[in-house]
């Protein structure tokens, strides 16, 4: 039961928590921290399903936590992301889209919870939907976003702290936030697309339903 691919799940269920609390707390050095840990956590959702399918070790312990592991750690990152964009004292906002938009959060982790239902009931009926390349590119994407974005933060804390100036303090500041603003773009519309393309490839098993 407790292969290496299940303790690095197991270990990414518990950095979830740790990645969500600590941008909260004031200073560069915990978000930091936090974008580190999340660096890790990111690495272990590759590396588990790696070592599962190289060393045979698939088992129905991972295969029921791994999508768990993945929900808790995207809610755990788009929680601190959504409040700390509207923080009122030090500009948190992203360019373009200023705040994280409500419906984003909600598009993001609805996409999540839709698919996962969606695959539930698939299984019922003996069909297994595997990982398209849409949905692996969208999880792409949406770590980058949320890795610059926890970046960001500790940036904006560094900038207060160390009182920078000057064109290299303005470029990176642009570019960073630049970076941001157009992965989030990407990441929503490959999160709307990925769904789109997986209930039209499987829009055979609502019609069994129905009948």
């Given at each position: 039961?407790?292969t290496?691919?299940?303790?690095?799940?197991?270990?990414?269920i518990?950095?979830?928590?740790?990645?969500?609390?600590?941008?909260?707390?004031?200073g560069?050095w915990?978000?930091?921290?936090?974008?580190?840990?999340f660096?890790?956590?990111a690495a272990s959702?590759?590396?588990d399903?790696?070592l599962?399918r190289?060393r045979?070790?698939?088992?129905d312990?991972?295969i029921?936590?791994d999508?768990?592991?993945?929900k808790?750690?995207?809610?755990?990152?788009?929680?601190?992301i959504?409040?700390?964009?509207?923080?009122?004292a030090?500009?948190y906002g992203?360019?373009w889209w200023g705040?994280?938009?409500l419906?984003?959060?909600i598009?993001?982790?609805?996409?999540e919870v839709?698919?996962t239902?969606f695959?539930?009931q698939a299984k019922?009926r003996g069909?297994?939907?595997?990982a398209?390349?849409e949905?692996?590119l969208?999880?792409i994407?949406?770590d980058i976003f949320?890795?610059?974005?926890?970046a960001?933060?500790?940036?904006k804390?560094?900038?207060?702290?160390?009182?920078?100036?000057?064109?290299?303090?303005?470029?990176?500041d642009q570019?960073?936030?630049m970076?941001?603003a157009v992965?989030l773009g990407?990441?929503?519309?490959?999160?709307?697309?990925?769904?789109a393309?997986y209930?039209?490839r499987y829009?055979?098993l609502?019609?069994?339903?129905?009948?």
């Amino acid at each position: 039961m407790w292969t290496l691919p299940n303790v690095l799940t197991v270990t990414r269920i518990a950095l979830a928590p740790v990645i969500a609390l600590l941008p909260f707390i004031e200073g560069y050095w915990p978000k930091v921290i936090a974008f580190v840990a999340f660096l890790a956590a990111a690495a272990s959702d590759v590396a588990d399903g790696y070592l599962a399918r190289s060393r045979k070790q698939i088992s129905d312990l991972g295969i029921l936590l791994d999508p768990i592991a993945d929900k808790l750690l995207l809610f755990a990152t788009l929680v601190p992301i959504y409040w700390i964009t509207r923080h009122p004292a030090i500009l948190y906002g992203i360019p373009w889209w200023g705040s994280l938009p409500l419906w984003v959060a909600i598009l993001l982790v609805g996409r999540e919870v839709l698919i996962t239902l969606f695959r539930f009931q698939a299984k019922r009926r003996g069909v297994i939907i595997p990982a398209g390349r849409e949905g692996k590119l969208k999880v792409i994407f949406q770590d980058i976003f949320i890795g610059a974005t926890i970046a960001w933060f500790a940036w904006k804390d560094l900038l207060v702290r160390m009182r920078w100036t000057g064109r290299l303090r303005d470029f990176w500041d642009q570019f960073h936030g630049m970076f941001v603003a157009v992965t989030l773009g990407v990441a929503v519309v490959l999160t709307a697309y990925s769904l789109a393309v997986y209930l039209y490839r499987y829009r055979a098993l609502f019609r069994s339903a129905e009948r």
